[in-house]
C-alpha cells in the first residue's frame, strides 16, 4: 500500500518535474534535447 502510494506521487511530481525542466531547457535555448 505504502509503495503504491510513493510510487503514484513521486510519478506525478516527477512529470511535474520534468515538465518544468523541459520549459526551462526550452527557454535557455534547448541545450541537450
Not at 4 to 31: H, K, M, P, Q
Request: charged share 20%; net charge positive; no cysteine.
Amino acid at each position: 500500500m505504502r509503495k503504491i502510494l510513493i510510487t503514484g506521487g513521486a510519478g506525478f511530481i516527477g512529470s511535474a518535474l520534468v515538465r518544468y525542466i523541459i520549459n526551462e531547457t526550452s527557454d535557455a535555448g534547448g541545450s541537450g534535447r
